[in-house]
Protein backbone atom coordinates (compact mmCIF):
# COMPACT_ATOMS: atom_id res chain seq x y z
CA UNK A 1 0.00 0.00 0.00
CA UNK A 2 1.36 3.26 -1.13
CA UNK A 3 1.73 6.44 1.24
CA UNK A 4 -0.90 8.34 -0.22
CA UNK A 5 -3.01 5.14 -0.23
CA UNK A 6 -2.16 4.86 3.42
CA UNK A 7 -3.02 8.42 4.41
CA UNK A 8 -6.46 8.51 2.93
CA UNK A 9 -7.20 4.93 5.09
CA UNK A 10 -6.03 7.08 7.73
CA UNK A 11 -7.94 10.02 7.66
CA UNK A 12 -11.09 7.60 6.56
CA UNK A 13 -10.43 5.77 10.44
CA UNK A 14 -10.02 9.40 11.97
CA UNK A 15 -13.70 10.26 10.65
CA UNK A 16 -15.39 8.13 14.09
CA UNK A 17 -13.47 9.83 16.36
CA UNK A 18 -13.56 13.56 14.74
CA UNK A 19 -17.47 13.40 14.52
CA UNK A 20 -17.21 12.51 18.64
CA UNK A 21 -14.64 15.07 18.81
CA UNK A 22 -17.00 17.90 16.88
CA UNK A 23 -19.69 16.85 18.98
CA UNK A 24 -17.75 17.00 22.45
CA UNK A 25 -16.57 20.38 20.98
CA UNK A 26 -19.89 21.78 20.58
CA UNK A 27 -20.77 20.79 24.30
CA UNK A 28 -17.75 21.33 26.18
CA UNK A 29 -17.07 25.33 27.64
CA UNK A 30 -14.43 27.68 26.31
CA UNK A 31 -12.76 27.67 29.50
CA UNK A 32 -11.82 23.88 29.23
CA UNK A 33 -11.87 23.45 25.33
CA UNK A 34 -7.98 23.21 24.60
CA UNK A 35 -7.57 21.33 27.43
CA UNK A 36 -10.00 18.47 26.55
CA UNK A 37 -8.99 18.65 22.96
CA UNK A 38 -5.54 17.43 23.61
CA UNK A 39 -7.18 14.30 25.82
CA UNK A 40 -9.60 13.96 23.29
CA UNK A 41 -6.54 14.25 20.44
CA UNK A 42 -4.25 11.85 22.07
CA UNK A 43 -6.63 8.85 23.57
CA UNK A 44 -8.46 8.45 19.63
CA UNK A 45 -5.03 8.77 17.99
CA UNK A 46 -3.25 6.27 20.65
CA UNK A 47 -6.22 4.14 20.87
CA UNK A 48 -6.09 4.19 16.10
CA UNK A 49 -2.56 3.44 16.49
CA UNK A 50 -3.06 0.56 18.70
CA UNK A 51 -5.81 -1.54 17.23
CA UNK A 52 -4.45 -2.02 13.53
CA UNK A 53 -1.42 -3.00 15.42
CA UNK A 54 -3.44 -5.91 17.48
CA UNK A 55 -5.63 -6.35 14.44
CA UNK A 56 -2.21 -6.89 12.34
CA UNK A 57 -0.85 -9.69 14.79
CA UNK A 58 -4.08 -11.64 14.49
CA UNK A 59 -4.72 -11.06 11.09
CA UNK A 60 -0.67 -12.21 10.50
CA UNK A 61 -1.14 -15.88 12.04
CA UNK A 62 -4.12 -16.58 9.24
CA UNK A 63 -2.08 -15.24 6.21
CA UNK A 64 -0.02 -18.22 4.55
CA UNK A 65 -4.00 -19.72 4.71
CA UNK A 66 -6.05 -17.01 3.08
CA UNK A 67 -3.31 -15.44 0.83
CA UNK A 68 -5.06 -16.38 -2.26
CA UNK A 69 -8.04 -14.25 -1.45
CA UNK A 70 -7.06 -11.63 0.69
CA UNK A 71 -7.95 -8.47 -1.77
CA UNK A 72 -11.59 -9.86 -1.43
CA UNK A 73 -10.89 -9.90 2.44
CA UNK A 74 -9.92 -6.93 2.16
CA UNK A 75 -12.31 -5.43 0.17
CA UNK A 76 -15.08 -7.26 2.13
CA UNK A 77 -13.32 -5.57 5.49
CA UNK A 78 -13.07 -1.94 4.09
CA UNK A 79 -16.55 -1.98 2.67
CA UNK A 80 -18.45 -3.77 6.12
CA UNK A 81 -16.40 -0.96 7.87
CA UNK A 82 -17.54 1.77 5.23
CA UNK A 83 -21.05 1.03 5.15
CA UNK A 84 -21.22 1.15 9.02
CA UNK A 85 -20.01 4.59 8.78
CA UNK A 86 -22.28 5.92 6.40
CA UNK A 87 -25.54 3.58 8.21
CA UNK A 88 -24.13 5.69 11.86
CA UNK A 89 -24.13 8.75 10.24
CA UNK A 90 -27.71 8.48 8.92
CA UNK A 91 -29.22 7.94 12.70
CA UNK A 92 -30.25 10.52 14.82
CA UNK A 93 -27.74 12.50 16.41
CA UNK A 94 -29.08 13.41 19.74
CA UNK A 95 -27.71 17.19 20.89
CA UNK A 96 -25.57 17.24 23.97
CA UNK A 97 -26.00 19.46 26.49
CA UNK A 98 -22.82 21.37 27.48
CA UNK A 99 -20.47 19.84 30.13
CA UNK A 100 -18.19 20.82 32.24
CA UNK A 101 -15.13 17.39 31.86
CA UNK A 102 -15.24 14.36 30.60
CA UNK A 103 -14.67 12.15 32.62
CA UNK A 104 -11.72 9.35 32.03
CA UNK A 105 -13.99 6.64 31.64
CA UNK A 106 -15.57 8.18 29.13
CA UNK A 107 -12.90 9.44 26.82
CA UNK A 108 -11.25 5.70 27.34
CA UNK A 109 -14.82 4.43 26.74
CA UNK A 110 -15.16 7.13 23.12
CA UNK A 111 -11.34 6.09 22.53
CA UNK A 112 -12.03 2.41 22.40
CA UNK A 113 -15.34 2.70 20.69
CA UNK A 114 -14.06 4.40 18.00
CA UNK A 115 -10.97 2.37 17.27
CA UNK A 116 -12.92 -1.21 16.28
CA UNK A 117 -12.72 -0.25 12.52
CA UNK A 118 -9.15 0.02 12.86
CA UNK A 119 -9.33 -3.27 14.42
CA UNK A 120 -10.64 -4.39 11.21
CA UNK A 121 -8.10 -2.64 9.28
CA UNK A 122 -5.06 -3.84 10.95
CA UNK A 123 -6.48 -7.63 9.78
CA UNK A 124 -6.47 -5.90 5.85
CA UNK A 125 -2.73 -4.40 6.32
CA UNK A 126 -1.78 -8.15 7.37
CA UNK A 127 -3.12 -9.91 4.45
CA UNK A 128 -1.74 -6.98 2.01
CA UNK A 129 1.70 -7.04 3.87
CA UNK A 130 1.31 -3.26 4.78
CA UNK A 131 4.25 -1.92 6.75
CA UNK A 132 2.59 -2.15 10.49
CA UNK A 133 4.73 0.90 11.74
CA UNK A 134 3.88 3.08 9.30
CA UNK A 135 0.20 2.39 9.05
CA UNK A 136 0.01 3.17 12.71
CA UNK A 137 2.23 6.05 12.58
CA UNK A 138 -0.06 7.51 10.11
CA UNK A 139 -3.10 6.23 11.85
CA UNK A 140 -2.14 7.69 15.38
CA UNK A 141 -1.11 11.52 13.76
CA UNK A 142 -3.56 11.74 11.56
CA UNK A 143 -6.28 10.80 13.87
CA UNK A 144 -4.66 12.84 16.88
CA UNK A 145 -4.57 16.28 14.24
CA UNK A 146 -8.37 15.60 13.18
CA UNK A 147 -9.40 14.87 16.91
CA UNK A 148 -7.39 17.93 18.26
CA UNK A 149 -9.04 19.70 15.37
CA UNK A 150 -12.79 18.92 15.53
CA UNK A 151 -12.83 19.56 19.40
CA UNK A 152 -11.87 23.24 18.44
CA UNK A 153 -14.02 23.55 15.10
CA UNK A 154 -17.34 21.91 16.88
CA UNK A 155 -17.11 24.99 18.72
CA UNK A 156 -17.22 27.31 16.23
CA UNK A 157 -18.88 25.44 13.07
CA UNK A 158 -22.10 23.65 15.34
CA UNK A 159 -23.87 20.41 14.41
CA UNK A 160 -23.03 21.22 10.60
CA UNK A 161 -20.48 19.05 9.96
CA UNK A 162 -21.28 16.06 12.51
CA UNK A 163 -23.15 13.97 10.00
CA UNK A 164 -20.95 14.23 6.86
CA UNK A 165 -17.88 13.59 8.74
CA UNK A 166 -19.48 9.51 8.80
CA UNK A 167 -20.60 9.94 5.42
CA UNK A 168 -16.80 10.68 4.15
CA UNK A 169 -14.85 8.12 6.02
CA UNK A 170 -17.40 5.45 5.08
CA UNK A 171 -17.23 6.40 1.51
CA UNK A 172 -13.75 6.65 1.34
CA UNK A 173 -13.17 3.51 3.03
CA UNK A 174 -15.34 1.79 0.63
CA UNK A 175 -13.47 3.46 -2.43
CA UNK A 176 -10.42 1.83 -1.01
CA UNK A 177 -11.89 -1.13 -1.30
CA UNK A 178 -12.36 -1.26 -4.11
CA UNK A 179 -9.06 0.11 -5.34
CA UNK A 180 -7.28 -2.68 -3.61
CA UNK A 181 -10.08 -5.12 -5.51
CA UNK A 182 -9.34 -3.95 -8.75
CA UNK A 183 -5.55 -3.66 -8.16
CA UNK A 184 -5.28 -7.20 -7.63
CA UNK A 185 -7.62 -8.42 -10.04
CA UNK A 186 -6.91 -6.17 -12.93
CA UNK A 187 -3.48 -4.54 -12.50
CA UNK A 188 -1.34 -7.39 -10.23
Not at 85 to 102: A, H, L, N, V, Y
Not at 109 to 126: Q, V
Request: glycine fraction near 8%; charged fraction near 10%.
Amino acid sequence: MDTFTLILTAVSLAMDASAVSLAKGMALPRKVLLKYALYLGFAFGFFQALMPCIGYFAGIQFVSLISHIDHWIAFLLLGWIGINMIKEGRETIEKETQIESISFKTIFTLAIATSIDALAAGISFALLNVSLFQAAFWIGIITFLLSFSCVILGKKLGSLFQRYAQYLGGGMLIILGFKILIEHLFIA
